[in-house]
């Protein structure tokens, strides 16, 4: 996966949440997926907001700092969680191909009749806000954030 440098951004989506980390935000989810670990929810909730905070803005674009993420993350788990982080495979980093909007996130958008994304439109978004519309569109997430998504990236409904 190719990473990319961001700025801590927390999207009006996850307004419900991000002010006490009760979930894990999308900047977040970024960088767990750059950096192949899978923070399960019960690790999360273990960590101090200023712990939350730091995951949030520490960098996490170099491979050196892929790596410092990598080892701040799987002390803080040891260190709250008494026990080691649990490694993703290689991510199916689809918002990262700006040749097509990814299926899933087509599909997600009719199911919520909505107008399907044009190429222009994904082309348009930045790479967090791509990743958040398939992070939303896959099956485990809560499904009332992908229209609130669309709605705040200027995609509207048809």
Sequence with gaps: MKPHALETVYFDFENDFVDTFRCIPMIVRYKLDTSLIKLK????????VAEKRE??????FTEPEIMGYRRFLTQLVA???GKTVSELPPVDASWDTLGR???EVQQKAVEYG???LTIGQ??????L???ALVKLSRSGHEG????RALKEFGIGRS
């Design 41 to 48: 929810l019960p690790e999360w909730v273990k960590l101090t």
């Design 55 to 60: 995951l949030a803005t520490r960098p996490c």
């Design 79 to 81: 260190e709250r969680c």
């Design 101 to 103: 909007v990814p299926e």
């Design 114 to 116: 909505c107008v399907p």
């Design 122 to 127: 994904w082309i348009r978004l930045d790479v």
């Design 129 to 131: 806000r791509r990743f």
């Design 144 to 147: 009332k954030n992908f229209p």
